[in-house]
């Protein structure tokens, strides 16, 4: 393998993921293994959820946003309600939830584990994200409209081509598609 061809092929986003997922193995180190099993819990219920919810809403969306097409509406209600449900989720969760280590004999031990967990869970935020953008983006090969929410589609367009696109895409999302039986 060409080290020097690996290094010039990581673009800006990449590095950007390197350093979030850093910042989410701190927050796991520093929360330990359960609160993150209870995190990637709660993303992979909201993923559950949002996935069924994504015809139903996105139907009702897309009478009632005209001006959108009903791929659109649709990628719109699977994103909201991850969202939504995500973000709802860890508030709880946070407010809720007693710091108690599954290890306490080992400290360190929990420490660490909750550090990788953390970097499970950034993953699944990232295999999240091209679940949602991915159908309308690269299937249906829609072009940029004037009136779409534009931060999303300059989010997907800055992954386009980077390490991170392609590892999340052919590793992640069949790992995460394998879990929930699709």
Known sequence: MDIIASITSIK??????????FGLFVLGFM????RR??????????????AQLRAPFGDFLATNWTQYSPQYNHMLAFGSVFVALSVASTVVLQFFYKSTPLFAR????DEVLGGLLGLVQGALILAAFYL?????????GQVA????FPFVRQ????FQGSVTADITRHNLVPI???FFGG
């Open 145 to 148: 409209q004037r009136n779409e």
């Open 37 to 50: 099993l209870l995190g990637i819990a709660s993303l992979l219920l909201s993923l559950l959820i949002a």
């Open 176 to 178: 995460l598609l394998t």
């Open 132 to 140: 949602i953008t991915d159908p309308f983006f690269s299937v249906y």
């Open 12 to 21: 800006g986003v990449d590095l950007l993921i390197f350093f979030i997922f």
């Open 155 to 158: 989010i997907f367009d800055a």
């Open 106 to 109: 080992y400290p360190a031990l």
């Open 31 to 34: 929360q330990g293994v359960l």
